[in-house]
């Protein structure tokens, strides 16, 4: 886009950003500032899609996820091969041709050739059975191929007899359920203490109000919400909301639940509030004073903006079971698509745990050793 001189967006980005072939001056957005940096790391992770007649070169053309064939191969190429097209080393059914190719290079594809070569069982064995770490991660790639295969068979199925739209977050899903596997079923007591905590939602210190906030997405009926209630140092009910939202993934939940409740300590005039919400993730995106590109930007940079607006404000992290009260109302506007409450008096489903709150009641909590983190 920065070097071509017309088409696409190119016309639209040189007539928005350039006047008389000069720069606007401070014409340069977030946006553009992002496109920019991410050139490099769309030129690392592209390649080129080929068939069986394609006339890509086989050795300086990256075709594979891996870079170029030739970047793998030491020591110089016979001669003539490096004039070599894809099509004259494939037949149709893609499996490279050997007398192609000179004995050094054989080698390197093996893997390649046996990628295709494979038939549909020995494939799935093969990659079920491969231990290897996945590239840049901490899992293994059979655990995640498995996980991708069952969550594959579940959205068909959905597609197919629920008629509900693929999923564009699925290697998303999956890699979280990988994680999730790694850390809880095969690896449980990796360097961590467990142990069996007390805890309890404090009151705020004198003259302080307290923000609690929760977000719930429920992935099987495609609905999500958020919700969150203010107290003041007494533990009494100050206002409390409940709102259905569309939110993809838990973390852009638990923004909008920070944001809505951000809005709610300002249209009452609060100077002073500590404002407490289960998801650490959270809490160190809107803490970082580095921008934030991407689907949940909007929301962080709301945020930032939002807590800049309190005189005095306190973010921390506090366990599930210590953001009850949020947790409930967060469920309520979980429940329908079409929901936005502010509720002034206490609905009866929150009365019961707000007066556990208020009576300091400890609920036990199975936890590994560590602090929480907190900003102010």
Not at 320 to 335: E, H, M, P, Q, Y
């Amino acid at each position: 886009m920065e070097n071509s001189k017309s088409g696409g967006w190119a016309d639209v980005l040189s007539k928005k950003y350039m006047v008389r072939h000069a720069r606007k001056p401070k014409a340069h957005t977030r946006a553009w500032n992002a496109v920019k940096i991410g050139i490099s790391i769309c030129e690392k992770g592209s390649k080129w899609t080929v068939d069986c007649n394609s006339s890509l070169s086989f050795w300086n053309d990256k075709w594979l996820n891996i870079g170029t064939i030739r970047s793998l191969i030491e020591g110089p190429l016979n001669q003539g091969e490096s004039e070599v097209c894809i099509k004259e080393v494939t037949m149709d059914t893609g499996i490279a041709h050997q007398q192609s190719l000179s004995g050094s290079k054989q080698t390197a594809l093996h893997s390649l050739k046996k990628s295709f070569s494979d038939d549909l069982v020995v494939w799935i064995k093969k990659n079920a059975l491969d231990s290897s770490k996945v590239h840049g991660k901490n899992y293994e790639w059979c655990t995640f191929f498995l996980l991708g295969l069952w969550n594959l068979w579940l959205q068909r199925n959905r597609m197919a007899f629920k008629q509900q739209p693929p999923n564009p977050n699925l290697v998303r899903v999956v890699e979280m359920q990988t994680r999730e596997l790694l850390y809880c079923v095969l690896e449980p007591n990796t360097g961590k203490d467990r142990h069996l905590k007390q805890v309890q939602w404090l009151k705020p210190s004198a003259g302080w109000h307290k923000l609690n906030t929760d977000g719930s997405v429920v992935s099987t009926i495609r609905l999500s919400g958020c919700g969150g209630l203010l107290r003041d140092c007494t533990g009494q009910w100050v206002v409390g909301f409940a709102k259905s939202i569309n939110a993809s993934s838990s973390i852009a939940a638990e923004l909008w639940a920070l944001k809505e409740g951000l809005g709610l300590c300002l249209d009452r005039g609060i100077s002073a509030v500590e404002i407490e919400l289960d998801a650490t993730a959270a809490i160190s995106l809107v803490s970082s004073n580095v921008n934030t590109n991407g689907d949940l930007s909007g929301l962080v940079d709301d945020c930032k903006e939002l807590l800049l607006c309190l005189p005095q404000v306190k973010l921390s992290h506090c366990f599930r079971k210590a953001n009850f009260c949020a947790d409930v109302l967060a469920k309520l506007g979980s429940t329908s698509a079409d929901l936005s409450l502010v509720f002034v008096p206490p609905l009866p489903v929150i009365l019961q745990p707000l007066y556990d709150d208020m009576m300091g009641v400890c609920r036990s909590r199975l936890c590994t050793t560590g602090a929480s983190a907190s900003v102010s």
